[in-house]
């Protein structure tokens, strides 16, 4: 039975970057699970805070900020989704990532420990810190393996995952998630699969000349489902006990090639689609292979993938379907 100040009613969960793709399957997520615990969005600027939630505006990574957030909700959980996240944004504005992505999580678990000190703390890292390690097999990596970033979103939430494990040893009571791939409804074309199924959507509502425009598609990955992951997350915010510092990979284990989700996005289109590469969508330092090991939260806390390959394809494609039928 998991600790009555995480699951009861007197549990306050302080969700950052809860307005936003995973965020929102998060909260749907700890509603479903902790019906009776006190629900905090973390927003930005004139984001809306989900249903269910009371709405804190505050800048991580502004120290001051994220100061007065902690004292005000005092939580007995934290659980650190904000980030900047898609690549290209990364890429474009390295020194802001690190603002967002190392400091603005330092802000965040200093103020933990100076005003909520026995809070759980999830932080929610990616595999993508293991970079250049996947190279070295072709077997799935578990949470021993060299951290090795090969672009700026990585090595920013790498030097964030190694904080949070070091402020751990100093009393933050952190457990670090390693999310591999995921996607699912309401995801942004910044990320391959919605990419995908946003050009089908248009080209089924004749907005788009029935061509889609790929990048590589031979780069084996871990895809979930984002629902099972924040139900990872979920999960880690309301066990009991954790070692402090504690890591989890979340991850399917098996390898998927990108082109297994172009195939079923295009088996379910309701046009006849083309296909052709387009080398603007190529990612420099692109990795052939990224599979993990989460035999360590199978263990730990019970956790198995629900949602099928099949499912998360219709699902993510409908989402779009109804997004491009509602721009109109």
Known sequence: MADAKLTGAAARILVTGAAGFVGRHLVRSLKSALPAAGLF???????????????????IADA??????????????????????ALQEARADPSRTWRVNLDGTRHLAEAVMRHAPGARFVFVGTSEVYGGTFRRGAEPLDED????????????????????????????????MRPFNHTGPGQTEAFVVPAFAA?????EAGLQEPTLRVGNLEALRDFLDVRDVVAAYTAAAAAPELPPGLILNVASGH????????????????????????????RPNDTPFAVGDAARLRERLGWRPRFT????????????????????
């Not at 790498?158 to 070091?166: R, S, T």
């Not at 394809?313 to 109109?328: F, H, M």
């Open 41 to 59: 969005a973390g927003l930005r600027g004139a984001e809306q805070a989900p249903d269910g939630t009371t709405g804190l505006r505050f800048d």
């Open 199 to 203: 050009q089908i959507a248009r080209i």
């Open 309 to 328: 390959w099949e499912q998360t394809i219709a699902d993510t494609l409908d989402s779009w379907r109804e997004r491009i039928r509602n721009s109109d």
């Open 255 to 282: 390898p998927r090639p990108i082109r297994d989700a172009l195939d079923t996005l295009v088996a379910q289109a309701r046009v006849p689609i083309a296909v052709e590469p387009d080398p603007t969508r190529l």
């Open 145 to 176: 393996a060299l951290l090795d970033p090969t672009n700026p979103y990585a090595a920013s939430k790498a030097a964030a995952d190694l904080l949070v494990g070091q402020m751990a040893r100093d009393g933050l009571g952190a457990v670090r």
């Open 64 to 85: 001051g900020g994220a100061d007065a957030a902690i004292r005000e909700v005092r939580p007995t959980c934290v659980v650190h989704l904000a980030a900047i996240a």
